[in-house]
């Protein structure tokens, strides 16, 4: 019986298992359905899927992410908070600012250690800078080059849409009232909206203030979950795009799971801020199924 030690961790509730591929022996072969059998909650761990922290030749460590249907996203914003505090807390760095290698390219985190200096607290990453080009996003559509404010027809509703990648991509509605918000009726649809060639993450956004917003979200290859790094990253974004936040202003973002602070300069770099926790750890029985 294959035997992987593994960590379950969560950032704001949106929980993975980590597996660390420097001691770990996985082939890409296994990836797939480990992800599908680690993340059920009755014949497996149950998470929101898998997250390998890896050894990379171009970063401090490297990160894949696969979600609960076994899909791969190119990056992960609170994978990447939680990767960063076990490498620092496993010693696979001794830095307290490295970087990681995502299929979105490198990003650089920084440990906000607590008290006694053992443990990491929260985590702050530079995202990058935001992708706005609809072709890039993608998104499918004649229209304008950027996608913001775009007039949306879905399930016998026309809303407006703003689409922003972060590497992954994403779609923004504002809503009044949260509480209202169809994520449940139009996430599954789209998600899998034909206009979006590689799927999209959905997002329904209140905007409270110009530095405050309500955040719910339906991942592509995951469904509901408690809070997506990337999607606050994007929802920011949007907010500003559509002139409902401001350039360089730190925004808090109320997800389900909990707040993320999100900064954007309106040019470059996303900068997130939130806290990494770790659940659990032990050994899976993978054959076991
Ligand atoms: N929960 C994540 C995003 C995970 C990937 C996403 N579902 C995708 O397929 O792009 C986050 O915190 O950013």
């Not at 390998?52 to 401090?60: Q, V």
């Not at 973002?253 to 750890?281: F, P, S, Y």
Request: glycine share 10%; hydrophobic share 35%; aromatic share 8%.
């Amino acid at each position: 019986m294959k035997e992987i030690q593994y960590t379950k961790m969560h950032g704001l509730g949106n929980s993975y298992v980590y597996i660390n591929m420097f001691k770990e022996t996985l082939d890409e072969s296994e990836f797939k359905s480990l992800a599908i059998n680690v993340s059920n909650k009755n014949t497996g761990i149950g998470s929101d899927g898998l997250i390998l922290i890896t050894p990379s030749d171009e970063a401090d460590v490297g990160m894949r992410m696969f979600n609960k249907d076994g899909s791969e996203g190119k990056t992960c914003g609170n994978g990447l908070r939680c990767v960063a505090k076990y490498a620092f807390e496993h010693q696979l760095t001794h830095k307290e600012t490295f970087t990681i290698e995502t299929k979105a390219g490198i990003v650089e985190a920084y440990v906000h250690l607590d008290n006694d200096h053992q443990q990491v607290a929260e985590v702050t990453i530079d995202m990058g800078a935001p992708i706005l080009e609809r072709h890039q996003i993608p998104m499918l559509g004649e229209k304008a080059a950027y996608v913001i404010n775009e007039s949306f027809k879905v399930g016998g509703e026309t809303l407006s849409a703003t689409a922003v990648s972060m590497g992954n991509p994403h779609v923004i509605f504002f809503v009044a009232d949260i509480d209202e918000a169809p994520l449940y009726e139009l996430g599954p649809v789209i998600t899998n909206d034909d206009r979006f060639p590689e799927g999209v993450n959905v997002e329904f956004i209140e905007v409270i203030s110009e530095t405050e917003m309500h955040f719910r979200v339906w991942e592509r290859g995951s469904g509901v979950t408690e809070a997506c790094g990337t999607g606050a990253c994007a929802a920011t974004v949007a907010s500003i795009l559509n002139g409902k936040s401001r350039r360089s202003e730190p925004v808090t973002v109320h997800l389900a799971g909990g707040d993320l602070t999100i900064t954007w300069d309106g040019n470059g770099k996303v900068w997130m801020r939130g806290a990494a926790e770790t659940i659990t750890t032990g050994i899976y029985f993978a054959d076991n199924k």
